[in-house]
């Protein structure tokens, strides 16, 4: 039996193609279970991996896709039974491992999570891999004592993937939600998820010599990274913490110790690859339990395997707005 699949290709020359094309099953990488994958996403790794020179991929021909929520077709891991809905994010899936943009995938069971009761499998991926790196920060700040009513949260890049995830469940939560975004076409968009407050990024990204401002967020979701982040860690209150979970900035920062010396600022990295299975379970159940979904469904755009080349380049360029749900069947 044949299935459709996005696959990459590089020639000769060093040039990367990505086309839908029929596979077979035995085609799938030997693992532990195979999976009915309903939807994926696209995420700022996928369009690296899909671009000019392939990115992060390890290996061609090539199937990318960082996450996919789907059914157990079959397993031999006592954990998983066929008819079990699954959804898997990270662990390396999509770049070195066969991935999401596929009508099947085979993966190991240790890399899988149950799909939490009260999300569909195109709710799972309306989340994706952004929306559980998302929830992962905020769990973070509520850890080192983020509270309602202490201040305005930053969120930088607000209107990507992990931004717009993060402004609804810091909103939910109760906190006043403050939304950096490049895109001023944007603010409509942000207020709907609970943005009480919209910053254009010029406002943060202005160049200063003071390594410390105004005593202005209580807490910070950083998607951004580089320059940004240095700015931020400067305008957090005293002993206020900064989840960062991005690079698209630059991996370099450009900051001194003084906020960490003078003002007790926390700079906490969330790595949304590799978490243990107990993270993973702890992260997906508080999404179900506080995510509004009304404001999920808001942040979703459909798209189809054949989309995918062009979205992948369209979200290099920052031009992809909330989640895009692919539907592998579609």
Not at 23 to 35: A, F, H, N, R, W
Not at 127 to 146: E, N, P, R, W
Not at 209 to 233: F, I, Q, S
Request: a negative charge; proline letters at 5%.
């Amino acid at each position: 039996m044949t299935f459709n699949a996005l696959i990459v290709e590089k020639n000769d020359e060093g040039k990367t193609s990505a086309s839908v094309q029929q596979i077979s099953e035995d085609q799938l990488p030997e693992s532990d279970v195979t999976v009915a994958v309903e939807y994926s996403t696209v995420n700022y790794k996928d369009g690296l991996c899909i671009g000019p020179g392939g990115g992060l991929v390890r290996n061609y021909p090539h199937i990318p896709g960082i996450d996919f929520a789907g059914t157990v077709e079959t397993s031999s891991d006592d954990r998983y039974k066929p008819g079990d809905k699954v959804v898997l994010t990270g662990w390396r899936v999509g770049e070195a491992h066969w991935g999401g943009y596929a009508q099947k995938a085979r993966v190991r069971a240790d890399w899988l999570v149950p799909l939490p009761e009260g999300l569909t499998t195109r709710q799972a991926m309306a989340v994706g891999t952004a929306g559980f790196t998302a929830m992962l920060a905020v769990m973070a700040l509520q850890d080192h004592g983020l509270k309602p009513g202490h201040g305005p949260v930053l969120v930088t890049g607000a209107a990507g993937g992990v931004g717009s995830v993060a402004t609804a469940i810091l909103a939910n939560l109760g906190h006043e939600v403050a939304a950096v975004t490049g895109r001023p076409e944007a603010a409509d968009y942000l207020k709907s998820l609970g943005a009480t407050q919209i910053v254009p990024r010029e406002d943060i990204n202005e160049t200063t010599k003071h390594p410390l401002e105004a005593e202005t967020w209580t807490g910070c979701v950083d998607a951004v990274g580089g320059d940004m982040l240095a700015r931020v860690l400067g305008q957090m209150k005293y002993g206020a913490s900064v989840a960062a979970v991005g690079l698209a900035g630059g991996a370099q920062l450009n900051a001194t110790v003084i906020p960490f010396l003078l003002r007790g600022v926390n700079l906490l990295g969330i790595d949304s690859v590799m978490q243990p299975f107990d993270n993973r379970v702890k992260a997906w159940q508080r999404i179900a339990q506080d995510l509004p979904m009304d404001k999920l469904e808001a942040m979703i755009q459909p798209a189809t395997l054949s989309d995918l080349p062009q979205l992948g380049r369209d979200i290099l360029k920052g031009q992809v707005k909330g989640r895009v749900v692919v539907d592998v069947n579609a």
